[in-house]
């Protein structure tokens, strides 16, 4: 948990705070921007929760922070916050909060669908989420993006006993996954889910695009909301910049409404907005 000798002194007052121990992740940011933002690099508390609601979604930030840092001075009942996730964000498909320090604080996401669940990417192992993921049918698929998101991908695998696909090229970071993608072409999985090879940020990365409508990005795509668009980050491609800009311009030939990333805040707009996003986007990068 938060330690109050460690709280930052960039919160404003009052009982929920993060202390120095918040790696920058930025969850608490887009679950809760509300109550934090940024301040010096790290998240703070710039507005302390004054309605249930806003309330409500500080302390869902704080079950899904993945380094414990964020706490309160006063006692407070999380199971209404810990009981939240997995959210839903549109149709059966969720967020899984709970984000894992092994990963930097990625999101996960959950697919509900009656030809099998699926999970994008793996939080925190956490009680809380396995029984609730249970009560929702379990997971038959293990969708992991990249090498940088796997976290405890070997626990939920044991536990749902799951199949795992992983690119061939990051496939050092779950050498037990049952299945590995091989090359750069896409790979329908089922009438409703198509694998897209993006190397770039790592060698393997890939996206998941769910009925025409959901892309799941892992680290290759987010949007930026202080530009209003969509974006890659330069800083932190680990493989090739330029193999990421000609794996973006291949998203163009796919139509989808949401962006659902590993890091950063998703976004929904229509197709047509998406696609002309998506081509700013790779104009952009490929200037740089």
């Not at 690099?41 to 869902?60: E, F, I, K, N």
């Not at 999985?189 to 890939?206: E, F, K, N, Q, Y």
Request: hydrophobic content about 40%; proline content about 5%.
């Amino acid at each position: 948990m938060a330690e109050l000798k460690r709280r930052r002194g960039e919160n404003v007052a009052g009982s929920i705070f993060v202390d120095a121990s918040c790696i920058d992740c930025g969850t608490c940011r887009w679950v809760a921007p509300e109550s934090f933002d940024e301040s010096g690099g790290y998240s703070r508390v710039w507005r302390q929760p004054d309605t249930a609601g806003r309330r409500q979604r500080a302390l869902m930030a704080l079950v899904a922070c993945p380094t414990a840092s964020i706490g309160s001075t006063e006692k407070r009942d999380l199971a209404g916050a810990t009981a939240a996730f997995p959210e839903r964000i549109a149709g059966e498909v969720y967020h899984c909060g709970f984000h894992s320090e092994k990963s930097y604080g990625a999101a996960s996401y959950f697919i509900r669908r009656p030809q099998g669940n699926i999970l994008v990417d793996s939080p925190r192992f956490a009680r809380p989420l396995v029984k609730r993921l249970e009560d929702l049918g379990g997971i038959s698929l293990m969708f992991l993006t990249h090498r940088d998101d796997v976290a405890d991908h070997a626990q939920f695998a044991k536990h749902f006993g799951c199949t795992r696909v992983i690119h061939a090229d990051d496939a050092m970071a779950a050498r037990e996954a049952e299945r590995r993608i091989e090359g750069p072409g896409p790979v329908a999985l089922a009438d409703d889910l198509v694998i897209v090879p993006v190397p770039g940020h790592t060698r393997g990365s890939m996206c998941l695009l769910y009925r025409n409508e959901f892309l799941f990005t892992g680290d290759h795509l987010q949007w930026r909301p202080e530009t209003e668009s969509l974006g890659a980050g330069r800083d932190v491609c680990w493989y090739d910049w330029r193999e990421q800009t000609r794996s973006m311009a291949r998203l163009q030939a796919y139509a989808f409404e949401w962006v659902l990333p590993g890091h950063g805040r998703r976004c929904h707009m229509p197709a047509a907005h998406m696609a002309r996003a998506l081509a700013e986007c790779v104009r952009h990068m490929a200037t740089q």
